[in-house]
Nanobody, 124 residues
C-alpha cells in the first residue's frame, strides 16, 4: 500500500505561482512513476506532470497545457514530489491529485494510488 498526502493548494491570482507537495509513505520500493493529475468541475481527470523513479529515473512528462510553466521534482530522501506552478491561469483551477503508479509484478498488476486532492483556485 502507498499513502499519498498533498499540501500546498490555495487561492492565487492569475500570473501568480503556487507550489504543491506530495508526501509518500508505505510500500514505496515498487513505485515506478509519481506525479500529479487534476480535475476541474465537469471535466475528466487529466495528467499534469509525472516523474520517473525506477524506469527512466528522473524523466519527466508534462501535459502540453502546462509545459514551460510547471516544474515537477522529487526528493528521494524525504519521499516527496513537488509541483512548482508558475504563470498560473484561470484554466489551471482544479483539484490536484497526487498519483503513484507501481510496477507490475508476478503476483500483482500495476496499481494506481491517489491522494485526497488539494484545491487550486486561480482568480483575481
Amino acid at each position: 500500500q502507498v499513502q499519498l498526502v498533498e499540501s500546498g493548494g490555495g487561492l492565487v491570482q492569475p500570473g501568480g505561482s503556487l507550489s504543491l507537495s506530495c508526501a509518500a509513505s508505505g510500500t514505496l520500493y515498487n513505485v515506478d512513476r509519481i506525479g500529479w493529475y487534476r480535475q476541474a468541475p465537469g471535466k475528466q481527470r487529466e495528467l499534469v506532470a509525472t516523474i520517473g523513479i525506477i524506469h527512466s529515473p528522473g524523466s519527466t512528462n508534462y501535459a502540453g497545457a502546462v509545459q514551460g510553466r510547471f516544474i515537477i521534482s522529487r526528493d528521494d530522501a524525504k519521499n516527496t514530489v513537488t509541483l512548482q506552478m508558475n504563470s498560473l491561469k484561470p484554466e489551471d483551477a482544479a483539484v490536484y491529485y497526487c498519483n503513484a503508479k507501481t510496477l507490475r509484478t508476478v503476483v500483482a498488476p500495476s496499481q494506481d494510488y491517489w491522494g485526497q486532492g488539494t484545491q487550486v483556485t486561480v482568480s483575481s
